[in-house]
C-alpha cells in the first residue's frame, strides 16, 4: 500500500464516510460495511517445567480468559485456551498446547475471521534462545518465530496483537513484525532468559481497572503494555532485585520496538486502538448529573467513530488512516479529560 499522504479533500471523503456521512463513491464500488470489527483471542499457555510455574500459568491463563469474556464481551466461542494439562481443567482448557494444535486453532479462526476483524494471540510460559535463535516452549516440539509467521498465514488483512509474555521473547518481536501487527515481548531481547513477571501484571491490567489510563471504560494494548511494564520495574524494585525483564512493544512494521511507548513515539499508535470493552459496559455507568451524562454521551459518540474508521481502513492510504484515527483518539483524551475534572478525579 502507497504511504503516500491523501490530499485534503481525500482524506475528507474517507473521514466523512467514516463519521457516518455521505460515503465517496470509491467506498461505495467497492461495498465495504461500516460494522465494527470482531476481537477472537488465543491463550496458549506452555511447559511450566514445575507444578508452581504449571499452577501460576493456569491461573494466569483462566483468569485472563474470564476477563476477556465476561468483562470485555468477546463472545466465549471466540475465546480458545490451550493448555499443558487440558486434563485438569475440562470446559476450560480447549485442548493441549502443542504446535500442531496452535497451527489447527489459527486456521479455524482465520477461516471464520472477517477482513477486518482482530486477533489477540497471548502465550503464558517460558522461553529459552541458544545461537539457532529463540523458542517458547510447548508439550512436544517448542516453536520459533518463523513457525508462528507460518501459522498466521490465514491473518493478511487482520489486525494482530502477539503478547509474547515469556522469557527470551525479545526474540519474536523482528521477526514477527509488520503491518497490521502488534507484538508486545516481556524481554528486550533473547538474551534475557530469566523467568519473568510480565504476564502477571499483563493479565492484572485487563481484570482490574487500574490500567485503564483514560477512564473510559476500556483497555488498550497500549494501556495494558504500560501497566505491566510500569508493574513490573515496581515488583523489582520492591523486591530489591536487578530488573532482569525490559519489555518491548512494536506496532509500525520496523522491527526495533520500544520500551518507552506512546502516541507520540515510533509505536504505539496501533496499540491505542487495539480496545478491549465496549460501548456497554461505559453506557451502563452514565451519571445521573446531566452535564456529566452528556460528556459520557459524547465520548461514547467518539468511541464508535473510531470503531467505525477502523472497519473502513482497508479503503484508506495508511497515512490518511492513522492521521484519522490520531485525530480521534486526541479528541477522546480530551474528553476524557473534562470527564474527569467534573468527577474531582484531575486532569
Known sequence: MSQARLGRASVGALVAATLGLSAPVGLQTQGLQAQ??????????????????????????????????????????????????????????????????????????????????????????????????????????????????????????????LVHTGSASGGFLAPLSGPNRIIIAATRTQRERNATEF?????????????DLDHDERISMLEAFLYARQEVERFYQE??????????????????????????????????????????????????DPALARLYEQRLEIQERISQLQAVRAAMEEDAYFAAMEELLVELALKTREIRAIEGGGP
Do not use: C, W
Open 36 to 161: 465494527s470489527p470482531s476481537t477472537h483471542a488465543i491463550i496458549m499457555v506452555g511447559l511450566g517445567g514445575s507444578s508452581e510455574y504449571r499452577e501460576r500459568f493456569h491461573s494466569q491463563a483462566a483468569a485472563l480468559q474470564t476477563a476477556l469474556t465476561e468483562r470485555h464481551g468477546i463472545p466465549a466461542d471466540n475465546v480458545v485456551y490451550l493448555g499443558e494439562r487440558p486434563e485438569d481443567a475440562p470446559g476450560v482448557i480447549a485442548d493441549k498446547s502443542t504446535r500442531d494444535n496452535l497451527f489447527r486453532v489459527l486456521g479455524e479462526v482465520g477461516a471464520r475471521a472477517q477482513p477486518m476483524d482482530r486477533l489477540l494471540l497471548v502465550l503464558i510460559g517460558h522461553g529459552t534462545s541458544n545461537r539457532g535463535g529463540t523458542q517458547f516452549n510447548l508439550p512436544g516440539p517448542d516453536i520459533t518465530p518463523s513457525d508462528l509467521q507460518t501459522g498466521l498465514i490465514p491473518f493478511p488483512t487482520q489486525t494482530l496483537a
Open 199 to 211: 504476564a502477571q501484571f499483563f493479565v492484572e491490567a485487563l481484570t482490574a481497572d487500574g490500567a
Open 239 to 288: 523486591e530489591n532485585e536487578l530488573l532482569t525483564e525490559h519489555a518491548m512493544l512494536d506496532d509500525n512494521g520496523d522491527g526495533e520496538g520500544s520500551h518507552e511507548a506512546g502516541l507520540s513515539g515510533p509505536d504505539g499508535l496501533l496499540a491505542a486502538t487495539f480496545l478491549l470493552g465496549g460501548a456497554a459496559g461505559t453506557a451502563a455507568q452514565v451519571p445521573d
